[in-house]
């Protein structure tokens, strides 16, 4: 399967734990984008990556999150001190350069904090 | 980024055509037009992009008026498969994609 791909699919930890997610997008998908699922909603925005460069970043996303995308592959979400709120379904998309707005999408980590 | 309006919620049968309007009457010239389909815990799935007229493939089609402030998906014999949410998008370039709460389709026996 050459979709984008995302690790853990679930998570459940406890209040004030560290949590990391990763995203392996298409290979040669030059953009990587974060979005953030709760219930009910469509996915909100959270940063996008230009090869190794984070472009842009949310004001959702808190200074306890933070991305990265070392080699401009592939890319890990971290959350510190996890708080309830932040229970959700973490989607990683990602975009040919040749593409005007088609976003793949990974399926998903859904995340429970406790 | 031009906002959309979309029901909140269908109902339909299957074997039927479903069609879902999508309202974005702040659309800006460079803006391309896109649905999304979310299956429940599954990431959105792309069903169809267009800029203006018609635009078809193997799962659906895309209706755009001349004045580009609506856009209408169309489903053609929808399935029990077919329930999901449906999300209209409208951005240009690399942009960020803002969704809506989508439109909710529900496909009965």
């Known amino acids: 399967d050459t979709g984008v791909s995302q690790d853990p699919r679930h998570k459940i930890t406890k209040r004030g734990q560290n949590v990391t997610f990763r995203c392996d997008p298409i290979?040669?998908?030059?953009?990587l984008y974060w979005y953030r699922q709760t219930l009910g909603q469509g996915p909100e925005f959270l940063t996008y990556f230009q090869n190794e460069a984070q472009l842009e970043k949310s004001r959702l996303l808190s200074d306890r999150f933070s991305a990265e995308r070392p080699k401009g592959s592939f890319s890990t979400l971290e959350i510190q001190r996890t708080e309830q709120g932040d229970s959700a379904m973490y989607l990683c998309?990602?975009?040919?350069?040749?593409?005007?707005?088609?976003?793949?999408f990974g399926p998903g980590t859904r995340l429970l904090v406790l | 980024l031009a906002k959309t309006t979309q029901p909140i919620s269908m109902d339909s049968y299957e074997g039927q055509e479903v069609n879902i309007t999508c309202s974005h009457n702040n659309i800006a010239t460079n803006d391309y037009i896109t649905w999304y389909q979310q299956f429940p815990s599954q990431g959105p799935r792309f069903i169809i992009q267009g800029y203006k007229t018609k635009v078809t493939n193997e799962v659906a089609s895309l209706f755009i008026p001349a004045d580009r402030k609506s856009s209408t998906l169309s489903l053609p014999r929808v399935s029990l498969s077919d329930t999901a949410v449906y999300y209209c998008l409208v951005a240009g370039g690399y942009n960020k994609l803002i969704f809506g709460a989508g439109t909710r389709l529900a496909v009965h026996p």
């Open positions: 290979s040669e998908h030059n953009r």
């Open positions: 998309a990602s975009t040919p350069e040749t593409s005007q707005e088609t976003q793949y």
